[in-house]
T-cell receptor, first 117, second 111 residues
Framework: GAGVSQTPSNKVTEKGKYVELRCDPISGHTALYWYRQSLGQGPEFLIYFQGTGAADDSGLPNDRFFAVRPEGSVSTLKIQRTERGDSAVYLC???????????????FGPGTRLLVL | GENVEQHPSTLSVQEGDSAVIKCTYSDSASNYFPWYKQELGKGPQLIID?????GEKKDQRIAVTLNKTAKHFSLHITETQPEDSAVYFC??????????FGTGTRLKVLA
């Protein structure tokens, strides 16, 4: 079946602009995560959804970042007034969230490479 | 805050040799430790994981060990092949959903 998909795969924008990054999780996965990966670093937690609600958004760096998941499936990460420091790969992952079973595995999408000029 | 340290940052081995990557975590409440392989332009892919109630797990050429007392865990790849070349990340999860990742190890298997 289809894995996690993310669009666009690449996004180039100018400083100060608004961007939206989309994540389509695996069908039926209730848990959805957003991570940010800077060059040469591991993924850094941004936000976690369980269903439609953001259970933990403590990783969002500031109030320019916001994410939604209105129907408990597709999620959109929104960045306002982009800054050059926002340039990174934004990864989405989903899981069935059945802990202590093989179904807790996180499946990652290919990421969106964001470049802010 | 929670932290996961990973070493080495780069590792070159001859084809057929073994590779070992080590991670140390800070949060003693961590209960789940996955390892991911990331190839260029792709997202991380789970290759093996271990839970806190187990000390060792093996899957063909890949094994992971966990020392809860010392708060470290290791990935072992035996009989390495060129296709094993990639960046490997360890991660630790405390609670039910928050994963802290290491900084990655770039493994190069020389043919």
């Amino acid at each position: 079946g289809a894995g996690v998909s993310q669009t666009p795969s690449n996004k180039v924008t100018e400083k100060g602009k608004y961007v939206e990054l989309r994540c389509d999780p695996i069908s039926g996965h209730t848990a959805l995560y957003w991570y940010r990966q800077s060059l040469g670093q591991g993924p850094e937690f941004l936000i976690y959804f369980q269903g439609t609600g953001a259970a933990d958004d403590s990783g969002l760096p500031n109030d320019r970042f916001f994410a939604v998941r209105p129907e408990g499936s597709v999620s959109t990460l929104k960045i306002q007034r982009t800054e050059r420091g926002d340039s990174a790969v934004y990864l989405c992952a989903s899981s069935l969230s059945r802990l202590w079973t093989a179904q807790e595995t996180q499946y990652f999408g290919p990421g969106t490479r964001l470049l802010v000029l | 805050g929670e932290n996961v340290e990973q070493h080495p940052s780069t590792l070159s081995v001859q084809e057929g040799d073994s590779a070992v990557i080590k991670c140390t975590y800070s949060d003693s409440a961590s209960n789940y430790f996955p390892w991911y392989k990331q190839e260029l332009g792709k997202g991380p892919q789970l290759i093996i994981d271990i839970r806190s109630n187990v000390g060792e797990k093996k899957d063909q050429r890949i094994a992971v060990t966990l020392n809860k007392t010392a708060k470290h865990f290791s990935l072992h790849i035996t009989e390495t092949q060129p296709e094993d070349s990639a960046v490997y990340f360890c991660a630790a999860r405390a609670g039910t959903y928050k994963y802290i990742f290491g900084t990655g190890t770039r493994l190069k298997v020389l043919a």
